[in-house]
């Protein structure tokens, strides 16, 4: 059995909104929505490669807060494994460098009204649940 790679995702949050992404490439993917991060390369910990990946992606420093329960199948080999994570004072606003092509600030009121990545569903939800708890 091939073993898991962990793909990390961001529930990047400020102001009580959640940055959603929309996927610029490959073709399959593109136009839809996800959350920010990427694969998390061997000798490096989940968070540093979410502060790596937003960094590259978005050009934001950011610090990774809490993880959020849960891990979800994305194709396989990859699995998707989530944190909160806030931008650190000072840092610039995101902006679609890598990846995607648009990004939003969802209130907890918008977060369905963007089309996200059937595979993210579940953990949008997971984090919505969060989101009205904050
Ligand atoms: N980042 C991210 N990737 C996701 C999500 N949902 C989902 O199916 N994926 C898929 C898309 C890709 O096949 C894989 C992550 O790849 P990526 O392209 O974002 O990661 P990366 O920057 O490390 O990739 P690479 O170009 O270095 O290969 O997981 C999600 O919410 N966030």
Redesign the pocket.
Known sequence: MTEPIV?V?AALLDDGRLLAARRSAPPE?AGRW??????VESGETPEAALVR?LREELGVQTEAMERVPGEWP??SP?V?WVWTARLLPGSPAPKPLQ?HDELRWLTPAELWNVEW?D??VPAVQEIEGRMGRA
Do not use: F, N, S, T
């Open positions: 793909v995702g993917l996800e959350l920010p991060g990427g694969k990946e994305l194709r990859y998707l990846d990545l595979q993210d």
